[in-house]
């Protein structure tokens, strides 16, 4: 049969201003949240990463907010630039190796 | 280059034959990945290659899909009996340990016709 592609959540925002990405996880026991970024016919690249003892890191130009209260994962992209545009994936280092990833948040900047 | 690398990059083949994929993993990195991702949606977990340890088969989803790798360097994904739903982008990626930040190959896009 025909199959057919899931429409990702979209971001759109204007170059310049902050974007911020938002992530559910399902586990609880989960220690270790990464955020990757998937330009078209590429593979995921690394952003910024953070354990669960911390609750906010920061990178250049990209923060993650962690709150493990409510299993929330955020992504603040500083001054969006045009070659942000791409798809954001969160994942979850679940039992011990293999990465559990989310559905994907693709982000559209409008120069 | 250093990083992880995929071949081929495309396949196109047949329903009912089978395919090999190739993972060249960065070098001295003893943790290896694979993945699967279907058009629009995020990545599964296929199979994880851990030093000399057992791999983690648990994400593979039937037993048409193996895989195997030579010491700490390459590894191989096989699909026999290849199937439409096969089609999909297969990931592989490789990490210093299996707590530390996995690299992603740009993997092979699979078609089944």
């Known amino acids: 049969g025909e199959s057919v592609g899931l429409h990702l959540p979209t971001l759109s925002v204007q170059e310049g201003d902050n974007s911020i990405i938002n992530c559910a996880y399902s586990n609880s026991a989960s220690d270790y949240f990464i955020w990757y970024k998937q330009e078209s016919g590429k593979g995921p690249q690394f952003i910024i990463d953070i354990r669960s003892n911390m609750d906010k890191r920061q990178g250049q130009r990209v923060t993650v907010l962690l709150n493990k209260t409510v299993k929330h994962l955020s992504l603040q992209i500083a001054a969006t630039q045009p070659g942000d545009s791409a798809v954001y994936f969160c994942?979850?280092?679940?039992?011990?190796?293999?990465?559990?990833f989310g559905q994907g948040t693709e982000l559209s900047v409008k120069p | 280059g250093a990083g992880v690398s995929q071949s081929p990059s495309n396949k196109v083949t047949e329903k009912g034959k089978d395919v090999e994929l190739r993972c060249d993993p960065i070098s001295g990195h003893t943790a290896l990945y694979w993945y699967r991702q279907r058009l629009g949606q995020g990545l599964e977990f296929l199979i994880y290659f851990q030093g000399n340890s057992a791999p983690d088969k648990s994400g593979l989803p039937s037993d048409r899909f193996s895989a195997e790798r030579t010491g700490e360097s390459v590894s191989t994904l096989t699909i026999q009996r290849t199937q439409q739903e096969d089609s999909a982008v297969y990931l592989c990626?490789?990490?210093?340990?299996?707590?530390?930040?996995?690299?992603f190959g740009d993997g092979t896009r699979l078609s089944i016709l």
């Open positions: 994942a979850e280092n679940n039992q011990g190796g293999k990465l559990i």
């Open positions: 990626a490789s990490s210093y340990g299996s707590a530390n930040t996995q690299h």
